[in-house]
């Protein structure tokens, strides 16, 4: 944590290194001439910032947790499910707003429980949100009876329209949502008595118990927070499907917790930041893009995406060896 | 430290800029061109399936004929809507001449692919359908004929009459629940004095669920006559409890597509018909359908790409051997 000189270039390193993957990513495709011309224009960035957003906003949640110490499991079931009440609720008849919340508070929920199950029964997260990863996807197909669910259209399914209505947005307004939480929640980790804990307690548990920090109300609430973001991720899954679909996202917490360790959190603890953490979003969503205008296999990409969440926990041991 | 990341964003965003800049004026004539080989993005369910690689080896056949170029790519993970919408997007953006799809969902591609046809990039769907009408072309199996001719099939074997289960796939599955559809009502219409002993059990989605399924029924009802089952994994699961309960060949069987499990079933008399698909015309005519679309020829609304039943005596006529047991390798390498 400390800023001591001899680590100045290491962590200036570690800062940087994720930049430097995007910077690559994208130089790699806009050498390319076969998709140059298109791979860089802005409709494409905007597609590229639009297919970003379920995963970033999950990723947001996830970087506290990770820098907490923890890890969860359960973020993709827990964005089925919230995108499955949404549907839901919308189909019931109820307002768009309302159903909005309702989905976003069901993340919540289950973030809170998360929480509460690893302070109150001092289980690792790693059990805890394993077994919520099941019992999310197993809730998220029971309420939708085993099938999607088509909900008619509203104004929620405008967020994640890749041409927004009022055109002067520029981005789909689920992008600036992500802008503005990453932002928000950047102070919130760097500069608040709150997100001072998070670190401290990810950095040294109970050396932060012994300072009196009150490391349960803590992870409770870094779990509850990651929850709401996991289920606005799943709102943004729902405008974007246009239908609630319980076998959606299948294995995307593992891309989220890619994102944040590409951006140098740390599995240790201790470690991350927000801007990192959106930096491995991009990096995972220029690949994915610009593979598929390539025409690719699969295959190809899921080996790079992989080499490159190999190298970037490399470049985590080393930092902490260097320590 | 913080400036230096500062300053390396900002120098790939004016990099990023800068280059956008100066392509745009190059790439900014969208559209076919004469001159150039047209670009068909062909975007299956998933790619590891034998009826995709089929769809797959069509494409590539048509692309040969018509000299143009396929483009193949399936979402990352098999059956994942949100990835197979990412796919087409990608496929705009690359700004590809004309797509042929084969939505995962009827719903939730409808707009992507009006995404597609506002950038003046017509879209052909092929094997499932999509609601709306924003596509050019619908190039699928006439599926309710399907179900029809297996009807026929175990209603001529059983001489109009016995008694038969109909097994269900999985609800909401649109192709399956026509083939249901044009059995029970061909069952109905033609064959009054077939007994449905079972009509709304549903294999589910694997071999294993619909082995489970058939194994209950065959213990419940063990003097049924007939069986037709919808789709490869609920006939494959069906021939297996069949197969261990000692009636396979004393039950007439009919199933829904083909593998080489089941092509051995279909010779050891252990399954009286299977209606086959032909999945390489599907990939065929898709992209042929596109390609008349793209050069200005009025195409139709709705192309059946045909079904076959197939029986032990015709299995080793050459056409119908090759829907029953494709040979691909020729075509893709």
């Known amino acids: 944590m400390s800023r001591q000189r001899p680590a100045g270039l290491q962590k200036a390193l570690n800062v940087l290194g994720p930049f430097i993957g995007l910077a690559l990513v994208i ?101 805890v949100t394993l077994g919520m990863m099941g019992i999310a996807r197993g809730a998220a197909k029971w309420i939708a009876g085993n099938q999607k669910i088509d909900a008619p259209m509203t104004w929620a399914n405008e967020f994640m329209a ?14 600036w949502i992500v802008i503005l939480l990453a932002v928000a929640m950047a102070v919130v980790l760097r500069y608040t008595v709150f997100g001072r804990h998070v670190f401290a307690i990810g950095s040294n548990e109970s050396a932060a118990r012994l300072c009196g ?47 944040v360790v590409i951006g140098g959190g740390s599995l240790n603890g201790g470690e991350g930041s927000i801007l990192g953490t959106m930096v491995g979003v991009m990096i995972m969503s220029f690949l994915r893009n610009g593979c598929t205008m390539m025409g690719w296999p699969n295959y190809i990409q899921e080996i790079i995406i992989g080499a490159i969440i190999v190298i970037a926990v490399t470049l985590d041991r080393l930092r902490h060896r260097g320590e | 430290m913080k400036s230096l990341a500062l300053k390396t964003l900002a120098g790939c965003l004016c990099f990023a800029l800068a280059s956008s800049a100066c392509v745009k004026k190059s790439s900014d004539a969208a559209g076919p061109r004469e001159g150039r080989t047209l670009q068909i993005a062909v975007i ?41 919408i990412t796919v087409v997007e990608d496929f705009i953006s690359r700004g590809v001449d004309g797509i042929v799809l084969a939505p995962l969902d009827d719903r939730a591609l409808m707009r992507p692919v009006q995404d597609a046809v506002r950038e003046r990039i017509p879209v052909v769907i092929i094997d499932s359908s999509l609601q709306g009408s924003d596509f050019t072309s619908y190039v699928a199996t006439d599926n309710y004929k399907g179900g029809v001719l297996a009807a026929r099939r175990l209603g001529q074997l059983l001489g109009g009459r016995g008694r038969i289960f109909l097994i ?36 589910g989605a694997t071999t294993e669920t619909a082995y489970q399924l058939a194994e209950n029924l065959i213990s419940r009802f063990p003097d049924v006559e007939g069986v037709f089952a919808p789709n490869e994994s609920s006939t494959f699961g069906t021939l297996r409890a069949l197969q261990e309960s000692r009636l396979a060949g004393k039950v007439v069987f009919v199933g829904f597509d083909s593998s080489p499990k089941l092509v051995q079933g279909l010779r050891d008399g252990h399954i009286q018909g299977l209606v086959v698909q032909n999945p390489r015309k599907m990939g065929y005519l898709g992209v042929k359908t596109m390609v008349a679309h793209l050069r200005g020829e009025t195409v139709e609304k709705v192309i059946d790409t045909g079904v076959v039943l197939a029986t032990a005596d015709n299995m080793d006529d050459p056409a119908i051997k090759s829907l029953l047991s494709p040979d691909l390798s020729k075509i893709i390498d």
């Not at chain 1, 973020?75 to 089925?80: D, L, M, Q, V």
């Not at chain 1, 890749?162 to 992008?175: E, F, H, N, T, Y």
């Not at chain 1, 927070?225 to 943004?236: E, I, K, P, R, T």
């Not at chain 2, 999985?170 to 029970?184: C, I, N």
Request: hydrophobic content about 50%; overall charge neutral; aromatic content about 8%.
């Open chain 1, 27 to 127: 130089a790699l495709f806009a050498l390319i001439p076969e998709v140059q011309g298109r791979f860089l224009r802005f409709a494409n960035f905007k597609s590229v910032a639009t297919q970003s957003v379920i995963v970033a906003l999950g990723a947001l949640g996830m970087t506290f947790i990770i820098v907490s110490g923890g890890i969860d499991l359960s973020a993709a079931s827990n964005i089925a499910l919230s995108s499955v009440i949404t549907a839901y609720a919308i189909n019931a008849g109820a307002a768009p707003l309302v159903a909005v919340l309702l989905g976003v508070l069901t993340g919540g929920l289950v973030g809170l429980a998360n929480g509460a199950l690893v302070t109150r029964l001092r289980l690792i997260p790693f059990i």
């Open chain 1, 162 to 175: 890749r041409s927004p209505r009022p055109s002067w947005l520029l981005l789909a307004p689920g992008v």
């Open chain 1, 213 to 259: 920090i009150r490391t349960s109300r803590v992870k409770i609430l870094v779990y509850s927070v990651a929850g709401l973001f996991c289920g606005l991720s799943g709102v943004m899954e729902f405008s974007r499907l246009t239908v609630g679909d319980p076998t959606v996202a299948v294995g995307l917490e593992l891309d989220i917790i890619a994102a």
């Open chain 2, 44 to 84: 299956p369910k998933g790619t590891t399936h034998e009826f995709w690689k089929s769809i797959h080896a069509g494409a590539i056949e048509a692309a040969r004929e018509l000299g143009v170029e396929v483009i193949w790519k399936g979402p990352q993970k098999e059956d994942d809507r949100a990835q197979q």
């Open chain 2, 168 to 203: 269900r796939y999985q609800e909401g599955s649109a192709s399956t629940v026509q083939r249901e559809t044009g059995f029970y009502d061909t069952v109905k219409k033609e064959f009054p004095d077939l007994v449905l002993l079972v009509q709304d059990q549903y294999a």
